[in-house]
Structures are given as structure tokens and as C-alpha cells.
């Protein structure tokens, strides 16, 4: 059974950056691809960031030049830097295992953590 904590969570203001951190136990992550989504309101569920288990990243188009998805092995870790802020951005942010090695379906979530950007 895999967990995964989000942490790095806030508030800040437009312009602002932020690190959204992902611990996973009960499996290693690096043997799969790894993803961040956000959610806002009455709104699905939104891919923001996918990492694949050979390193090769993708972004949604909103995101790109912004955010940075990155994974710490050695802490079963994987990352989100987000700098130049906007409003837009904020949601819940959920860190998700994958099935496979690449972009294929998700199976296990974090419980998710507030990013608000005003």
C-alpha cells in the first residue's frame, strides 16, 4: 500500500513561488511515473506536471516555463517548484502515483494541499 504526503502548501502573493513536496512510502517511486494535478471548485481534476520513471517531464501549457516537477530518490520524494505565481493557480494540489513507468492511469493519491495565490 502506498502513502503520499503533500506538504508546502500556502499562501502567497502574485509574483510569488512556492515548493510543494510529495513523501511516498510503501513503494519507490522512481519505478513509475509520478504526477501533480490540482483541482479548484466544481472544476476536474487538472494534470499540471508528470514526471516518467527515465526522467522525461511534461507540463500542461499553463504551467510551462513556471513550474518545475523533479524527484528525490534517495528521499522518495518528488517535488514541485513553482515560481511567477498567479492568481489561476490557486487550487488543491494532489501528488499521484502511476500504474507504469509512463502516463497511463493513477492508482494512488495524496490527500492534497492548498495553494492560494492572491
Not at 37 to 60: C, L, M, N
Request: proline share 1%.
Amino acid at each position: 500500500h502506498v502513502q503520499l504526503v503533500e506538504s508546502g502548501g500556502g499562501s502567497v502573493q502574485v509574483g510569488g513561488s512556492l515548493r510543494l513536496s510529495c513523501v511516498a512510502s510503501g513503494d519507490t517511486i522512481s519505478r513509475y511515473c509520478m504526477g501533480w494535478f490540482r483541482q479548484i471548485p466544481d472544476k476536474e481534476r487538472e494534470g499540471v506536471a508528470g514526471i516518467e520513471s527515465d526522467g522525461s517531464t511534461s507540463y500542461t501549457d499553463s504551467v510551462k516555463g513556471r513550474f518545475t516537477i523533479s524527484r528525490d530518490n534517495g528521499k522518495n520524494t518528488l517535488n514541485l517548484q513553482m515560481n511567477s505565481l498567479k492568481a489561476e493557480d490557486t487550487a488543491v494540489y494532489y501528488c499521484a502515483k502511476d500504474l507504469l513507468t509512463r502516463w497511463v492511469g493513477f492508482d494512488y493519491w495524496g490527500q492534497g494541499t492548498q495553494v492560494t495565490v492572491s
